[in-house]
Every structure is written in C-alpha cells, then in structure tokens.
C-alpha cells in the first residue's frame, strides 16, 4: 500500500501558474507509474497526465497538453505537477494517483492508491 498526500492547490487568476505536489510513503514508490486526475464539481474524474516509473515515459490530457509537466523525484518519493497559463476550466480538485504498472495509463480504473485530493481555483 502507497500513502499520497497532495498539496500546493490554492487560488490563482487565469494565466496564473501553480506546481502541485505529491508525497508518497508505504512500499516501494519508485517502481510504480503515477497519474495526476482532476475532477469538477457535477463532472467525472478525468486524467490530467501520468508518468512511468523511471520518469522517462509522460503522458498528458489534450485539454493541458503544452501548459501541465508532471515530474517526479524518486529519492523524494514524491510526484509533480506544474501548471502553468492556468484557465478557470482547470478549476477541480486534483488527485494523484499510484498504479502497479511500470507506465501509466489515463484509465483511473488501473491505478489503485489514491490521494485525498488538492483544490485548484482559476478565477477569470
């Protein structure tokens, strides 16, 4: 089992930027593909970005493709997201997310530890 807990969320104005984090604790972080999700009040998870255990291997959601990095320091166990030119569409609550894959995949349904969720709010 993999502890996360997420912080950085906060306020920002539209353009604003914010770098969320992720620190892992339990088994082992470094073999294991992260994910970062987001979900909207009234709508469902979606998936932001994930990233393979190496870090090597990224994947990112069409809607932040060029504006979100995710990242991820091993010997930190922790995982990153930075967000920049943030709009008032990427309001939600952001989830990171740990999987047993060595390389993610945008399904929430394959990764099996979760956070508790960070709030992000872009004001227009």
């Known amino acids: 089992q993999v502890q996360l807990v997420e912080s950085g969320g906060g306020l920002v104005q539209a353009g604003g930027s914010l770098r969320l984090s992720c620190a892992a604790s339990?088994?082992?972080?470094?073999?294991?593909?992260m994910g970062w999700f987001r979900q909207a009040p009234g709508k469902e998870r979606e998936f932001v970005a994930t990233i393979s255990w190496s870090g090597r291997n990224t994947r990112y959601a069409d809607s932040v493709k060029g504006r979100f990095t995710i990242s991820r320091d091993n010997a930190k166990n922790t995982v990153y997201l930075q967000m920049n030119s943030l709009k008032p569409e990427d309001t939600a609550s952001y989830y990171c997310a740990a999987t047993q894959a060595y390389i993610g995949s945008s399904s929430p349904a394959e990764y099996n530890n979760w956070g508790q969720g960070t709030q992000v709010t872009v004001s227009s």
């Open positions: 339990g088994r082992t972080f470094s073999n294991n593909a």
